[in-house]
């Protein structure tokens, strides 16, 4: 189920995106034991149950996810893909930091970054890819 997004959405803080990135890489819904383990050891963050539930329900009034009951554990499906959170992210920036400028981004990143021969040939044939 993909959503799209409004431009009058919030902002996801810090820590929600934190919670997010941890209910994406995931793939599936996630239990709420599941997401305080996974932000324990991947992440470095030890947020007592009670935090992450209050973040999911931050969340899901942001439209970004759903709690739900089975039994005794409450799950969180993501209602937005990652993907497209994402490209929203690199689109703010784009037109916060470049005005909006595609070729100015492109210049940042390969000034921030020594590239490979591999990777810019990717990049060549993306490029190449557009023009048809």
Not at 60 to 69: C, E, I, V, W
């Amino acid at each position: 189920m993909e959503a799209v997004f409004q431009e009058e959405e919030r902002s996801l803080s810090a820590c929600e995106s934190l919670v997010m990135k941890a209910i994406w890489d995931k793939g599936e819904d996630i239990s709420i034991p599941e997401l305080a383990e996974v932000l324990r050891t991947k992440y470095n963050k030890d947020y007592k149950r009670t935090t992450i539930v209050t973040f999911v329900l931050n969340l899901s009034a942001k439209g970004f996810a759903r709690q739900y009951r089975v039994g005794r554990y409450a799950y969180v499906h993501a209602l937005k893909s990652e993907e497209e959170y994402k490209q929203k992210l690199l689109k703010e920036q784009m037109d916060f930091w470049y005005q909006g400028d595609a070729v100015k981004v492109v210049a940042a990143l390969c000034e921030a970054k020594k590239m490979s021969q591999t990777e810019l040939q990717k990049i060549r044939g993306i490029l190449d890819d557009l023009d048809d």
